[in-house]
């Protein structure tokens, strides 16, 4: 897919996002608005109710007995406290409010229109804001010589509506994170999916490559000894026969790699372990690139101060590992290559450090370079041979014997690959897991 196509599903992707998420807000802001005016008129209904009440009583006959130390006639009443008893105010207001689910959030009070004295209910610490509350009824019905109006105001009003819609909300939210989420992951799935297709594309070309080129000298070195000229000359014979001996291990080399990688991935790999001794194993690999050093002008020192080296692990995937860093090494040094290794013990295991003068790996590298198929870029794709499996391979090899492998490298000053491995692995249980 071309990289014009994802940008353009991506810009369409995220304005369709937008859009929902801004919908959903919008939907979930007229719902609140919506509760906002039912609890308003509930309210409004309510205070209504209270004071129709409180006609009806001071209709009743009864209401003249409402004052026991006085006897008031009903049809002339003094003041608003020969009307409305504040024990009888707050039942009423209290049994309307629970109708609306209301307990305890609320305070009321009944005050005077004109110099705002409050005379009755729980007002105190709300003066100002039962003046300015919009839940105010008149009481001049009961009372006309007497202004007086019923004011109510909600502390927690905000709270009590958004915990009406508090499951609504809370469904919303939790959908526009998971539209967010699965946007963000099929942006990054997109992407990685790119990518690993370019790094299969580069490791086919690149194994193309690789094979073509042995396969290419076979085919030449075998054509040169069918001539006949050639036959007759021994010498010529045994070079051309050379030729095609090396370019064959060559070639089977590296499909061993690609095949390895393979079984390893699968997981179902046993290691055949068994006691090796490191400095051994080191020294064998060194003395098989001393001639490839030496064509170069190049150099190999090694320091070998691990007092305790003898490990339990499998002889040739240790071999491939330890063959894999020093042919980086010397693959990755223009020049003469400088190649230094050593060992040392270092918390009860022994600590392998391959190191070079080489062109190094930046630091945007570093974090990629153990994963599979991954090539440092340097230009031509062909400059450095390879299939960007080789430190794949060595950290799962490291890994599977319980080791650790770090890189430290800074660009055009060098790399130094440090595989660390426990000296304690042959016990019962490792033991046990082998003979499985």
Not at 80 to 86: E, K
Not at 123 to 131: N, S, V
Not at 316 to 323: E, Q, V
């Amino acid at each position: 897919m071309k990289r014009r196509t994802i940008i353009g599903i991506i810009i369409v992707a995220a304005i369709s996002l937008v859009g929902v998420i801004i919908t959903q807000l919008f939907w979930v802001d007229n719902a609140f608005k919506l509760k906002e005016e039912q609890f308003s008129s509930s309210t409004r209904i309510a205070l209504k109710s209270v004071v129709n009440q409180l006609m009806d009583s001071k209709n009743d006959p009864s209401f003249s007995y409402i004052n026991e130390d006085r006897v008031i006639c009903f049809h002339e009443p003094r003041t608003m406290f020969d009307i409305v008893d504040g024990s009888v105010l707050d039942s009423l207001i209290q049994k309307e409010f629970s109708c609306l689910k209301i307990n305890k959030d609320y305070v009321y009070g009944v005050f005077h229109s004109e110099h705002k004295r409050f005379v009755m209910g729980p007002f105190k610490g709300y003066e100002t804001e039962l003046k300015k509350t919009p839940f105010i009824v008149s009481l001049s019905c009961l009372c006309k010589s007497d202004p007086y109006l019923l004011g109510v105001y909600f502390p927690f009003q905000r709270s009590m509506i958004i915990h009406q819609i508090i499951i609504w909300l809370f469904l919303s939210i939790l959908f526009i994170l998971f539209l967010i989420t699965a946007f963000v992951f099929s942006i990054w799935s997109l992407f990685r999916q790119k990518k690993l297709s370019q790094m299969k594309s580069d490791f086919v070309n690149n194994m193309t490559h690789e094979f073509k080129t042995p396969i290419s000298t076979i085919s030449l070195a075998s054509e040169m000894l069918l001539k006949s000229a050639v036959n007759e000359s021994s010498e010529k014979t045994k070079r051309y026969a050379h030729i095609i001996f090396d370019e064959n291990i060559r070639l089977k080399n590296q499909v061993e790699q690609v095949l390895n990688i393979a079984v390893l991935d699968k997981g179902d790999f046993k290691f055949k372990r068994k006691e090796l001794d490191v400095h051994r194993i080191l020294t064998e690999a060194l003395e098989s690139f001393q001639l490839i050093i030496k064509e170069r002008a190049g150099k190999i020192s090694r320091h070998f101060d691990a007092s305790e080296y003898i490990l339990f692990a499998d002889k040739l995937h240790l071999t491939n590992s330890i063959n894999n860093l020093i042919d980086n090494a010397n693959k990755y040094s223009p020049g003469s290559p400088e190649i230094t290794v050593s060992t040392k013990n270092v918390n009860g295991g022994i600590l392998i450090s391959i190191e070079d003068e080489g062109i190094g790996i930046s630091v945007d590298n570093q974090k990629h370079i153990f994963k599979k198929l991954f090539r440092v870029p340097t230009g031509n794709i062909h400059n450095v041979k390879g299939f960007g499996l080789g430190l794949y391979y060595v950290k799962t090899v490291v890994e599977a014997h319980d080791g650790t492998i770090n890189l430290k490298s800074e660009l055009n000053k060098g790399s130094r690959f440090e595989i660390y491995f426990p000296l304690n692995l042959k016990d019962s249980k490792t033991l046990k897991n082998e003979k499985e």
